[in-house]
């Protein structure tokens, strides 16, 4: 059975149009692992017996994952008149995650700083590939 929608375009003979998310969809995924993974190394950093010597890592945490939701948020978000902005959100987005993945870098013996440091550093790539991609503002 076609929907209602579907079946318009076939009549119609028309594609349905990608989506204004679907091309950033490797950086949204990216963002939202990073922010999910920032949450995870927050929690466990909070509960370590030295906790208060993680405090650092703890806030850098909170604000990566912070960064990269309001970053996958403009991505899902974008038209041609915000791309600008999910440029610059995507580039402020690397800068917090290297920061993140550096602090937790200096904790790689606990194996959730490890992780976050992987996962920082993979968002950071993605965000910096996409803010300098061209895209058509028609």
Do not use: W
Not at 37 to 64: G, M, P
Not at 91 to 111: F, G, P, Q
Request: net charge negative; hydrophobic share 40%.
């Amino acid at each position: 059975m076609h929907s209602l929608c579907t079946i318009n375009l076939l009549i119609l003979n028309l594609k349905p149009k990608q989506m204004s998310h679907q091309k950033f969809k490797v950086c949204i995924d990216a963002c939202n692992e990073c922010a999910s993974e920032c949450e995870h190394c927050t929690t466990a950093c909070s509960n370590e017996q030295d906790a208060a010597k993680l405090a650092e890592c703890i806030e850098l945490d909170r604000y990566c994952a912070d960064m990269c939701r309001m970053a996958a948020a403009f991505m899902a978000r974008s038209d041609k008149h915000t791309i600008g902005f999910v440029n610059m959100f995507c580039n402020l987005c690397a800068e917090i995650c290297i920061a993140c993945a550096i602090e937790c870098e200096k904790h790689a013996h606990m194996e959730h700083c490890k992780k976050c440091a992987e996962v920082c550093r993979k968002c950071a790539a993605e965000c910096l590939n996409m803010s300098k991609m061209e895209f058509a503002k028609n």
